[in-house]
């Protein structure tokens, strides 16, 4: 009955799996989800469970579904979401990626120039200036 996103799935059974607690694991109130070692993670850890050893492209998908950095320093790889919480895979559920789909940063600024859908339903800007 629950259709629970193969990523969020695969991120819950990273940070709690015991083999890569040199690399990431929860933070100390099992709140949030801490990456140690960014260069490890990424080349020994990611390539495990999805096609790519990006991190950029893992943060990018944490980001859809709505995860938000705990420091604002690139260094320092700290995430939360509300209900991505240490041994209560039962929430994942509630997790939902974010509409449009696309690069929507948390920011409001440059919302007329927005890039991938933030606004509107018309898609891809082709309608607004047609006549």
Not at 21 to 43: L, M, P, R, Y
Request: hydrophobic content about 30%; glycine content about 16%.
């Amino acid at each position: 009955m629950t259709n629970i996103p193969g990523f969020l799935t695969k991120t819950f059974e990273i940070f709690s799996n015991p083999n890569f607690t040199s690399q990431c694991g929860w933070g100390v109130n099992g709140d949030t989800i801490v990456i140690f070692k960014i260069a490890e993670f990424a080349s020994e850890v990611l390539p495990q469970y999805f096609k790519h050893s990006n991190f950029q492209s893992f943060v990018r998908q944490l980001n859809m579904y709505n995860f938000h950095k705990t420091v604002q320093d690139p260094t320092h790889g700290e995430f939360q979401h509300q209900y991505f919480r240490k041994g209560r895979p039962d929430l994942l559920h509630l997790i939902k990626r974010k509409a449009g789909g696309h690069s929507s940063s948390s920011s409001a600024a440059g919302g007329s120039t927005g890039v991938a859908g933030s606004s509107g339903g018309s898609g891809g800007g082709a309608g607004a200036g047609k006549g």
